[in-house]
């Protein structure tokens, strides 16, 4: 049974232009969450998303972030006309569909580097 | 402020001892709580969980111990190996608000000696 499966590992982005993360919940698992994590720190909650629907989206920046998880297809965390400080480790996590508070399993995180 | 933090951020043990890491937190509501591995380059890896209507869970090498009345918790690994060396988080979840979203300590680091 394959894990989290999140991609690109490593993101370079110049100042300004977008950046799209994917993640592939574990199989059988419809519930997906977003954590960004800057150096030495720990997990900061951002999004959770069921399958078309954002449950809870209050760890987001009011702008420039989004993120979805389509009926088909991985969720995607988008960061608009990126700036330095996004510079982090953007983790995905999923849980089984029996319920949220399942244990998370996450993904091995996408770096991302903002030039 | 955080709600979940650490006593110490970094631990040093010789291979072979027992290490204990420990987590403080301030919500008397939460009621679920993970231990996460996280090794350089990698993402958290689930060690162990509890609930708060127990105090003491037990896992292979690994044991978590819950004190409600001082709000802390502990994770012991015995026998460190040199594997153990990684980043430790303790993560909290509280059914007052919302039941999914899981808060973060800021981790302790843990390096086993040979």
């Known amino acids: 049974n394959a894990g989290v499966m999140q991609n690109p590992r490593h993101l370079v982005r110049r100042r300004g232009q977008e950046a799209r993360l994917r993640c592939s919940p574990m199989?059988?698992?419809?519930?997906v969450y977003w954590y960004r994590q800057l150096p030495e720190e720990g997990l900061k909650f951002m999004v959770y998303?069921?399958?078309?629907?954002?449950?809870?989206e209050s760890g987001m920046p009011k702008e420039r972030f989004s993120a979805e998880f389509p009926k088909e297809g991985p969720s995607i965390l988008r960061i608009q006309q990126v700036v330095r400080g996004d510079s982090a480790a953007y983790f995905c996590?999923?849980?089984?569909?029996?319920?949220?508070?399942?244990?998370?399993?996450f993904g091995p995180g996408t770096r991302l580097t903002v030039l | 402020g955080e709600s979940v933090g650490l006593h110490l951020p970094t631990l040093s043990v010789q291979e072979g001892d027992n290490s204990i890491i420990n987590c403080a937190y301030s919500?008397?509501?939460?009621?679920?709580f993970i231990w996460y591995k996280q090794e350089s380059g990698k993402g958290p890896q689930f060690i162990i969980d509890?609930?708060?209507?127990?105090d003491k869970r037990q896992g292979q090498r690994v044991t978590v111990l819950l004190n409600k009345t001082v709000k802390h918790l502990s994770l012991q690994i015995a026998a460190t190996q040199p594997g153990d060396s990684a980043v430790y988080f303790c993560?909290?979840?509280?059914?007052?608000?919302?039941?999914?979203?899981?808060?973060f300590g800021k981790g302790t680091l843990l390096t086993v000696n040979p």
């Open positions: 996590a999923s849980s089984p569909a029996g319920g949220p508070r399942d244990t998370q399993y």
């Open positions: 199989k059988g698992h419809s519930h």
């Open positions: 998303l069921q399958k078309e629907n954002i449950i809870d």
């Open positions: 919500n008397s509501a939460s009621d679920y």
């Open positions: 509890i609930r708060s209507n127990m």
């Open positions: 993560a909290e979840n509280y059914s007052g608000g919302s039941n999914y979203k899981l808060t």
